[in-house]
């Protein structure tokens, strides 16, 4: 007779894990969400979620970088971490303002992705990139902006994989890396503005049909615009933030 044996509650939650990274499509390199955040939307301590992790990153499913979080294992993410994101993350720790370096960065390097992939797509790339933007119109106006980064990182790092070129692709993944730490909260903040999240969204759109159609030369231009919108609306985030900051920390004027 076999004697049934209850899962541990470290086995439950990594099989939560799995299930919740299947739902949200998160792929090779896609970083999980923080482990506060992530601790309270599955209702357990940080110590037994750290557990569940630790499980997985055993199997290779996860994989965790020190000062950078939790993410999906990739098979290239050594590559990727010693010769690209570990030199870029020590200079955006020393002085933040190199995060603009990198999305001027990104200006070269999604110009030239976007470029390859409309003389490159295959037809499966074509789906899979149609799927990406038809899921970043699900958080329309969201009340959740940290999925709807989660779905603007998919359907760029899908443009990256449809221009078939393993460099550009790796190099992408660091940056989005980069930019989880650097800029993701004033990236968020971009979905929960209506009118920023419509220009997104022309901007994707556009992006898009250039590839579907094979237009390289349309792909590119449409990359360079639409990162032009992301560096100023990001750069005006910020500099909104820290005068806020600044006046925060003004005396009130009852104490003078």
């Known amino acids: 007779m076999t004697t049934f044996r ?8 990594a099989e939560d894990l799995k299930a919740m990274i299947h739902e949200r499509k998160l792929e090779a390199g896609m970083r999980l969400p923080a482990e506060r955040q ?4 599955l209702d357990v301590s940080r110590s037994s ?10 199997e290779k499913i996860l994989i965790s970088r020190r000062g950078g979080g939790t993410f999906v294992y990739d098979e290239l993410s050594p590559w990727s971490e010693q010769s690209i994101v570990e030199p870029l993350r020590t200079l955006v ?14 200006h070269a390097i999604e110009a030239s992705t976007a470029w ?4 490159r797509a295959t037809a499966a790339d074509k789906e899979k990139l149609q799927a990406c933007f038809d899921a970043t119109l699900e958080f329309k106006e969201s009340d959740n902006p ?11 790092l899908a443009i990256a994989e449809a221009s078939h070129n393993v460099v550009l692709l790796q190099t992408m993944r660091g940056f989005f890396d980069l930019m989880q730490s650097s800029v993701m909260h004033s990236r968020q903040r971009m979905y929960t503005v209506p009118t920023i999240f419509t220009r997104l969204t022309e901007q994707h759109e556009e992006m898009l049909q250039a590839i579907l159609v094979g237009d390289p030369e349309r792909a590119g231009k449409a990359a360079k615009s639409h990162l032009g919108f992301v560096h ?4 005006n985030l910020h500099e909104d933030e820290a005068r806020l ?6 005396p009130d004027e009852n104490s003078l």
Do not use: G
Not at 6 to 13: K, S, W, Y
């Open 6 to 13: 209850p899962l541990r509650l470290a086995d439950r939650l």
């Open 38 to 41: 992530l601790a309270n939307e």
């Open 49 to 58: 979620l750290r557990e569940a992790i630790q499980k997985l990153i055993s």
């Open 93 to 106: 720790a020393d002085d933040p303002d190199y995060r603009y370096d990198i999305l001027e960065a990104r």
């Open 116 to 119: 390859h992939a409309a003389m």
């Open 146 to 156: 940290d999925l709807a980064a989660q779905a603007d990182v998919r359907f760029h």
């Open 232 to 235: 100023s609306t990001i750069k």
């Open 245 to 250: 900051a600044r006046i925060t920390r003004l």
